[in-house]
């Protein structure tokens, strides 16, 4: 049995060198389907399970044309962008073959245009999951990455930023790390920045990627379908409305409908498709105000307010929820609210034990992560987890220093992957043995 679970766990965790070999084309249905429908296959996008699905079709397609329906029921399809959907059902000659896929696709499809929520779970694959935690400020801009190993509760510094930044977004997006934007206010070098950079965790360095339109500081960052959305922020005394999204197969930014107001240390999150800024400052106005963007028609809309204006407060999606932590209205919160997407409801949950701004906050488990930040005379090193089964906050493993306007994001730790993950690979394919936002106030 345990020779099986660490075959289990190999085939899991390589899905993608797994199917680039023989052995792979030569599974029948069923054990593709009980391979494809485990929770912790290891895939940076479900794309590369469908792509998998067909290559398996398609070395023996007449044979297995027709076996292509339930198989293709165990992709989690609701995870693949409209756009390769509609693309699939218009160029792919194994689901023009057979039209109960291209009606299961445009089903899916159309669900997703319409951000109809899914009861379908995302893939968990079984990997060590780090929390990153990028730039931040303490008395000048800093250049600090560091990691959080869930397992053991452990810092650890990782390379460095190649520019010192703070009020920055990070998101984690096809493996990648990426930090976007801010200012490096250090001694006799302070700037708004239009940089975006991308961290390899299996190499454990940064490149550059192309720059966005502009420099954005305190700006907020989210990932929806593949993109990276660039929202707000600022640059000197001018306050942006815009927002572009970048692609990173292209390397290249695309300005897209900008907001309603100008939102400087704005939150944002992404809940069923749908791109949600909420707060921010504009110059004159600390906002309760929110927004959203649907990206069918390229438009925004404004939603409920919230009880509290604020800016530079947490923001993060959990199921149909979307939570904004602290912030600041003219001084530093511990409340919290969070918008309810379905019912269109503002609710307040149980506070932080600390009040603070220019936080960052993060999902892992199903629990909230509030990290750092300022309380009006201290920058924080202070770590609370928020359980939302019992509305309570817990204290988590401080951060190595204080600091605010740091960003975060949940990665896969691919390094630690594969440095445990040597083993005997015979037989290895018998199924018997058998998947932020921040800112300175």
């Given at each position: 049995?345990?020779l099986?679970?660490?075959?289990n766990?190999?085939i899991?965790?390589?899905f993608?060198?797994?199917?680039?070999?023989?052995?792979?084309l030569q599974?029948?249905?069923?054990q593709?389907?009980?391979?494809?429908?485990?929770?912790?296959?290891n895939?940076?996008?479900?794309?590369e399970?469908y792509?998998?699905?067909l290559?398996?079709?398609k070395?023996?397609e007449d044979?297995?044309?027709?076996?292509?329906?339930?198989?293709?029921?165990?992709?989690?399809l609701?995870?693949l962008?409209?756009k390769?959907?509609n693309?699939?059902?218009?160029?792919c000659?194994v689901?023009?073959?057979?039209?109960?896929?291209?009606?299961?696709?445009?089903?899916?499809?159309?669900?997703?245009?319409l951000h109809?929520?899914?009861?379908?779970?995302?893939?968990?694959?079984?990997?060590?999951r780090?929390?990153y935690v990028?730039?931040?400020?303490?008395?000048?801009?800093?250049?600090?990455?560091e990691?959080?190993?869930i397992d053991?509760?452990?810092w650890?510094?990782?390379?460095?930023?190649?520019?010192?930044?703070?009020?920055?977004?990070?998101?984690?997006?096809?493996g990648?790390?990426?930090?976007?934007g801010?200012?490096?206010n250090s001694?006799?070098?302070?700037?708004?920045?239009?940089?975006?950079?991308?961290?390899?965790?299996?190499l454990?360095?940064?490149?550059?990627c192309?720059?966005?339109?502009?420099?954005?500081?305190?700006?907020?960052?989210?990932?929806?379908?593949?993109l990276?959305y660039?929202v707000?922020g600022?640059?000197?005394?001018?306050?942006?409305k815009?927002v572009?999204?970048?692609?990173p197969e292209?390397?290249?930014?695309?300005?897209?409908?900008p907001?309603?107001?100008?939102?400087?240390?704005?939150?944002?999150?992404?809940?069923?498709?749908?791109?949600?800024?909420?707060?921010?400052?504009?110059?004159?106005?600390?906002?309760?105000?929110?927004?959203?963007?649907?990206?069918?028609?390229?438009?925004w809309?404004?939603?409920?307010?919230?009880k509290?204006?604020?800016?530079?407060?947490g923001v993060c999606?959990?199921?149909k929820?979307?939570y904004?932590?602290?912030?600041?209205?003219?001084?530093?919160?511990?409340?919290?609210?969070?918008?309810?997407?379905?019912?269109?409801?503002?609710?307040?949950?149980?506070?932080?034990?600390?009040?603070?701004s220019?936080?960052s906050?993060?999902v892992?488990?199903?629990?909230?992560y509030?990290?750092g930040?300022?309380?009006?005379q201290?920058?924080l090193?202070d770590?609370?987890?928020?359980?939302?089964i019992?509305?309570s906050?817990?204290?988590?493993t401080?951060?190595t220093s204080?600091?605010?306007?740091?960003?975060?994001?949940v990665c896969y730790?691919?390094y630690?992957?594969?440095?445990n993950?040597a083993?005997?690979?015979?037989?290895?394919?018998?199924?018997s043995e058998?998947?932020s936002?921040?800112?300175?106030?």
């Amino acid at each position: 049995m345990e020779l099986a679970k660490k075959a289990n766990q190999y085939i899991e965790r390589r899905f993608m060198q797994i199917c680039q070999e023989e052995e792979f084309l030569q599974l029948s249905a069923n054990q593709l389907i009980h391979l494809i429908r485990k929770d912790e296959l290891n895939v940076q996008d479900e794309k590369e399970v469908y792509n998998a699905v067909l290559k398996w079709v398609k070395y023996d397609e007449d044979n297995r044309n027709h076996k292509m329906e339930n198989i293709l029921a165990a992709v989690r399809l609701q995870f693949l962008t409209p756009k390769f959907i509609n693309e699939q059902i218009q160029k792919c000659d194994v689901i023009k073959k057979t039209p109960a896929c291209k009606e299961y696709l445009a089903k899916i499809f159309k669900d997703l245009t319409l951000h109809v929520r899914t009861a379908v779970k995302e893939r968990t694959p079984n990997i060590p999951r780090v929390i990153y935690v990028a730039g931040g400020y303490y008395k000048q801009s800093l250049d600090i990455l560091e990691g959080f190993n869930i397992d053991d509760k452990t810092w650890i510094k990782l390379d460095r930023l190649i520019v010192p930044r703070s009020g920055l977004g990070c998101a984690f997006l096809k493996g990648h790390f990426y930090a976007v934007g801010g200012r490096n206010n250090s001694p006799g070098n302070s700037y708004d920045s239009d940089w975006v950079d991308r961290y390899n965790p299996i190499l454990d360095e940064w490149m550059p990627c192309h720059p966005m339109s502009c420099p954005r500081n305190r700006v907020g960052v989210a990932v929806m379908d593949g993109l990276l959305y660039a929202v707000g922020g600022g640059e000197c005394s001018k306050y942006h409305k815009s927002v572009e999204c970048y692609d990173p197969e292209m390397d290249n930014w695309t300005l897209v409908k900008p907001m309603h107001y100008p939102r400087l240390a704005v939150g944002v999150a992404v809940v069923n498709r749908i791109l949600y800024a909420i707060g921010g400052f504009d110059g004159s106005t600390r906002h309760s105000s929110a927004e959203c963007y649907h990206p069918e028609n390229n438009e925004w809309t404004m939603i409920s307010s919230m009880k509290t204006e604020r800016s530079g407060a947490g923001v993060c999606a959990m199921d149909k929820y979307i939570y904004v932590v602290g912030g600041y209205d003219g001084r530093q919160l511990n409340t919290v609210e969070r918008y309810d997407t379905e019912n269109e409801m503002w609710e307040f949950v149980a506070p932080m034990k600390l009040s603070r701004s220019a936080l960052s906050v993060t999902v892992l488990d199903g629990r909230i992560y509030a990290m750092g930040g300022y309380d009006g005379q201290r920058f924080l090193r202070d770590v609370e987890i928020y359980d939302p089964i019992t509305d309570s906050w817990m204290d988590g493993t401080p951060l190595t220093s204080g600091r605010s306007g740091h960003a975060s994001a949940v990665c896969y730790n691919c390094y630690t992957q594969e440095r445990n993950l040597a083993m005997d690979t015979d037989s290895i394919m018998n199924p018997s043995e058998q998947p932020s936002t921040s800112g300175f106030r």
